[in-house]
Nanobody, 122 residues
Framework: VQLQASGGGLVQAGGSLRLSCAAS????????MGWYRQAPGKQRELVAA???????NYADSVKGRFTISRDNAKNTVYLQMNSLKPEDTAVYYC?????????????????WGQGTQVTVSS
């Protein structure tokens, strides 16, 4: 399985970005997917996750601002980010696992994308 993330960039505070993560290869094995981020000097953290059934989970810091969704026909997961803040600046990674339920632990994900930089200026 290969995950290709895209959509990052530079945006002013209050702006929006939409990240995409396209899966290819043995996609039949993919169930839950998630978006992680890692800021300089900080640990990687779960931002949002979505199960194969469409249930979602968000970090408290992004609730009400970010929305995760998936298009199974296109094998793609999205992260719509609104009302961006400078503290959202990080490299964002998409991840996928073979189990249907989501996990908050990055060690539980089987596949990772290459990361896309999101920079929010104040």
């Amino acid at each position: 399985v290969q995950l290709q993330a895209s959509g990052g960039g530079l945006v002013q505070a209050g702006g929006s970005l939409r990240l995409s993560c396209a899966a290819s290869g043995s996609i039949f094995s993919i169930n839950a997917m998630g978006w992680y981020r890692q800021a300089p000097g900080k640990q990687r953290e779960l931002v949002a996750a979505i199960t194969s059934g469409g249930s979602t989970n968000y970090a408290d810091s992004v609730k009400g601002r970010f929305t995760i969704s998936r298009d199974n026909a296109k094998n793609t997961v999205y992260l719509q980010m609104n009302s961006l803040k400078p503290e959202d600046t990080a490299v964002y990674y998409c991840a996928a696992r073979t189990r249907a339920d989501y996990s908050a632990y990055d060690k539980d994900y089987d596949y990772w994308g290459q990361g896309t930089q999101v920079t929010v200026s104040s």
